[in-house]
């Protein structure tokens, strides 16, 4: 079954929270379409930037954080399995905005530019796959959903900033269409958000955003499985294993994408844990995915053509 979800009252949301109802009930194997707004709930361009003039939709609250779409439940997942998303098909929107320095944290203090805020406004081609922005500065599109996750079952709200080990604002640039997100389901039901879109961004989100646009189609395909235990993010793109870690330091948010990563290679391919730690040190490549979400994360590379088992 296809099924379609866009921006409204009921669909919209800014928290994560096991006590929303589901929008929309799913079976496994079904597919959903999105249209969703930009992180900052905005309902058009603007030249400004966390304090500028900026066009909200009517359903933004001052306490919101990124503008999610759902929740969708998946019939029959229960906490503990694991939810498989396939990304299907990302297209971006015709316009998106980057906004550098001009608030207090520790990034922008390191950088110097607490007091001073750069605004970029792109026009995005989604055919072309480039964007432009006020500048002349041209960026090569690949866009991704920046918060692709499930709430945490202890009640209540909680922020859509920091990711955890079951998704959310994951941030990792290499969840284009064609990839898959396998997740701990922490909650029955699954109760699955999206949001956050972004047209391209780099390792880290180094100043904070993306080019964060609105999308106008974002296709996934949901599953439930058994068979593929996860205790963290795990991502398959076309010539990628990924695991993912987040925690409070990048250590050790390294050492949780490479835990998986081992615990990937045991299952695999039947090494010893002592095992896959070597081919790892030869193999496998530890890379930033960001450090501006409060709890920051990494992850481990396993690419196809890296390394090869005998039959």
Request: hydrophobic content about 40%; charged content about 20%; glycine content about 12%.
């Amino acid at each position: 079954m296809r099924h379609t979800l866009t921006p409204g009252d009921n669909t919209l949301h800014g928290h994560f929270s096991a006590d929303f109802p589901p929008v929309l009930t799913i079976d496994p194997g079904d597919t959903v379409t999105y249209r969703t707004l930009d992180c900052w709930w905005s309902a058009g361009p603007y030249p400004g930037g966390y304090n500028g003039d900026r066009p909200r939709v009517p359903q933004h609250q001052p306490d919101h954080g990124h503008a999610l779409i759902g929740p969708v439940a998946v019939r029959g997942a229960r906490a503990g399995q694991t939810l498989e998303v396939r990304v299907d098909a990302i297209t971006p929107g015709a316009w998106g905005t980057t906004v550098a320095g001009g608030w207090p944290s520790a990034f922008n203090q390191r950088y110097g530019v607490e007091r001073e805020q750069a605004v970029h406004s792109w026009e995005l081609d989604p055919v072309a796959m480039t964007g432009r922005n006020q500048h002349g500065h041209i960026i090569a599109l690949r866009p991704f959903m920046g918060v692709l996750g499930m709430p945490p079952a202890e009640p209540g709200r909680h922020s859509t900033i920091p990711p955890r080990p079951h998704g959310g604002n994951l941030d990792c640039k290499d969840l284009t269409a064609g990839s898959t997100l396998l997740l701990p389901i922490p909650v029955d039901g699954a109760l699955f958000s999206v949001g956050d879109g972004h047209a391209a961004q780099g390792d880290g989100e180094i100043g904070g955003t993306a080019i964060e646009c609105p999308m106008e189609e974002v296709t996934l395909t949901f599953d439930v499985r058994d068979d593929f235990p996860v205790t963290g993010p795990v991502a398959r793109t076309a010539d990628a294993w990924l695991t993912l870690g987040v925690g409070a330091s990048l250590d050790d948010a390294t050492f949780m994408a490479l835990d998986s990563m081992l615990t990937l290679l045991q299952r695999s391919h039947g090494v010893s844990r002592a095992d896959a730690a070597a081919l790892a040190s030869v193999a496998v490549d530890v890379r930033v995915t960001q450090i501006v979400n409060q709890t920051v994360g990494a992850h481990a590379v396993l690419r196809d053509d890296a390394l090869r088992f005998p039959r």
